[in-house]
């Protein structure tokens, strides 16, 4: 069970300025009840001042898990339990987006294929596709950051990113798997945030690609990538979504109908 006394105690700690260094030769006692190392402990008697700064890292990065009501032996399983969710996730294949076939840095990996119907559902359940395609991406850059971590303190941050994220994931996937023609698929004000965080989102990925073949003169693959950022502005605009000035400039500068929209709404 979590000792809150002695959060209130490193947090009280952090909070100093000015620091003595009897008082920084506290801060190194609270945080060797954490770590149990007595040869950093050692170090920092010997010359707190010249070692106040790293007690304060180290103690900051152990107040995170702390504030969250956890131990550092509960973020060691959490450890385990996480990663081993998470590469079991990331070997069920990547959601396959518009990008892939361009995109050479996952190459040869098993990719999830949509649902035959994928472009006839309603923008809310398609949008959940793609923004799972970025937490994935996101969970995976995640794991890889934590392979260059051993302490457990230093990856609970993303330690609890990839729990979240991976909770969303699958809750989404789920909604996405199981949606069946005529259902409103939890339309209204969640429906709505849904679909305009999708569109942004794609919008967003598709500038840069867009830019690329108009400068190369992209033909027909430039029209229909064309088409689908025009789904996405026509979303933002049903929803009165707010456009910023530098997007609604590239659009406009691109012949994207925005008559309904205006930028700043």
């Known amino acids: 069970m979590i000792d809150k006394k002695f959060t209130e ?8 300025e000015d620091r003595t260094g009897e008082q920084v030769i506290k801060g ?9 190392n007595r040869a950093m402990h050692q170090r920092i008697l010997r010359n707190p001042k010249r070692m106040e700064q790293k007690v304060v890292y180290e103690l900051k990065k152990h107040l995170k898990y702390r ?14 339990a996480v990663t081993a969710k998470i590469d079991g996730l990331i070997a069920e294949g990547k959601p ?13 990996q098993l990719r999830l294929g949509k649902r035959a119907d994928h472009d006839s559902l309603p923008p809310e359940i398609q949008g959940l596709w793609d923004i799972n395609a970025e937490r994935y991406k996101a969970i995976k850059e995640a794991r890889a950051t934590v392979e260059t971590l051993d302490a ?29 023609a005529g ?10 945030d849904t679909s305009v965080q999708s569109a942004r989102a794609y919008i967003s990925k598709a500038r840069k690609k867009y830019d690329e073949l108009l400068a190369a ?16 502005v026509d979303i933002l605009i049903e929803y009165n979504a707010a456009v910023s000035d530098d997007l609604a400039a590239w659009l406009r500068s691109n012949n994207f109908d925005m008559a309904q929209g205006d930028e700043g709404k």
């Open 9 to 16: 105690q490193i947090q009280k700690f952090l909070l100093l």
């Open 217 to 232: 003169a992209g033909g027909a693959e430039l029209d229909a990538l064309h088409g689908k950022i025009q789904q996405r």
């Open 152 to 180: 457990p303190c230093d990856r609970y941050e993303y330690l609890k990113f990839m729990s979240e994220a991976y909770t969303a994931y699958k809750t989404d996937m789920a909604k996405y798997d199981a949606y069946k």
């Open 28 to 36: 190194a006692d609270l945080l060797l009840r954490i770590n149990k």
């Open 96 to 108: 396959e987006t518009d990008d892939d076939a361009v995109d050479e840095r996952d190459a040869g």
């Open 67 to 80: 504030l969250d009501g956890l131990t550092l032996a509960e973020v060691h399983r959490m450890d385990k």
């Open 183 to 192: 259902e409103d698929g939890g339309a209204g004000h969640a429906g709505a």
